[in-house]
């Protein structure tokens, strides 16, 4: 069996979208599957439409809610109801090409490895703005736009793919842990890494996992998300998730708990941006800013453990919620 799992927080529009989508899916021969939505502490419709959806569906359709705010916590509590033996995600803003399931599937018997990560592309609902640069040497970096595009061909990754399509066999989560319950959006938090965690952790673990190029996932950028603000807020974010994973160079100076070479590089790059006259070259800086600004607040933030020693690593590992 595969269990389908789909997050939701206060999104019910944009979930109808989703659900309806995953209702064309041909499943692979000979295999069943159900799907999983987790409210994860929703205030507006999102439990009413699921019902409804699943009183229609012709396939099992379960309903779950989680009260601990956060997208790992949903993550995790989907994990742990799915009776699946392969684990499948995505969001719940995203449209699923009915194909979606079998290439999964297809990537899994032909790598024979623990996840697969599926094609996301991006679909412009609205015109691009012009500041806005993705491709080029101020290209912006993918995570901003949930874009996870390798090309045509399968093969074996050696990088994370995104959370809005992943798959995994349930085992990894008993033998290695579920989703960091630090990193991960939390309600209007729009802090990251959950997935990429996890599957760095895997990677260096020496288990394998693959790209599904024919797995598609259209990822869509709303309006509100067009602005330079959530761009700033998403570098931001990236950098603190960087400070809580890598910690400290070998014997860094400290000010005030934070490495002082990353004052350093804030100042290198506040001065690139002030200094760069392209419009599309200084926004590009600008975020460049905001990640330093990150790094330097996870730091200070994370300063009793991030250096990952043995106090450290207990400190740490509440956040590794076990099966």
């Not at 069943?32 to 994860?40: G, H, Y």
């Not at 009183?55 to 790992?72: D, K, M």
């Not at 640069?133 to 996870?148: C, K």
Request: proline share 4%.
């Amino acid at each position: 069996m595969i269990s389908v799992i789909v997050c939701s927080y206060n999104r019910s529009e944009s979930l109808k979208k989703t659900l309806n989508s995953l209702a064309t899916l041909r499943t692979p021969f000979g295999e069943a599957w159900e799907m999983i939505v987790v409210d994860n502490n929703s205030i507006d419709d999102t439990a009413k439409v699921v019902k409804a959806f699943a009183a229609t569906s012709h396939f099992i359709v379960r309903y779950l809610f989680e009260p601990n705010q956060g997208l790992s916590h949903a993550r995790n509590a989907g994990i742990r109801a799915a009776k699946g033996e392969i684990v499948a995600f995505t969001d719940d803003d995203v449209t699923v090409d009915p194909c979606w399931l079998r290439e999964l599937l297809t990537v899994f018997d032909q790598f024979r490895c623990v996840g697969v990560g599926g094609r996301i592309l991006v679909s412009w609902d609205h015109q691009k703005p012009s500041w806005l640069e993705t491709e080029g040497p101020h290209a912006i970096r993918s995570g901003a736009l949930v874009s996870f595009d390798l090309g045509d061909k399968p093969r074996e990754l050696t990088c994370s793919p995104f959370g809005a399509n992943m798959a995994f066999r349930k085992t990894v989560f008993e033998n290695y842990g579920f989703f960091r319950t630090d990193l991960g959006r939390r309600g209007n938090n729009l802090m990251i890494g959950e997935d990429s965690e996890f599957c760095d952790r895997l990677l260096r673990a020496g288990q394998k996992l693959a790209y599904a190029p024919a797995a598609l996932v259209y990822h869509p950028i709303p309006r509100e998300r067009l602005d330079k603000a959530h761009f700033q807020a998403h570098y931001f974010n990236y950098g603190n998730y960087v400070a809580r994973l890598e910690g400290f160079r070998d014997n860094a100076k400290l000010w005030f708990g934070v490495p002082r070479y990353l004052f350093r590089s804030l100042l290198t790059y506040v001065c690139k941006w002030l200094f760069t006259f392209d419009s599309k070259g200084r926004f590009r800086s600008k975020l460049d800013v905001c990640e330093c600004l990150g790094q330097i607040s996870g730091s200070y933030i994370n300063r009793s453990y991030i250096t990952l020693g043995e106090a450290g690593q207990e400190t740490l590992t509440k956040h590794f919620p076990k099966a």
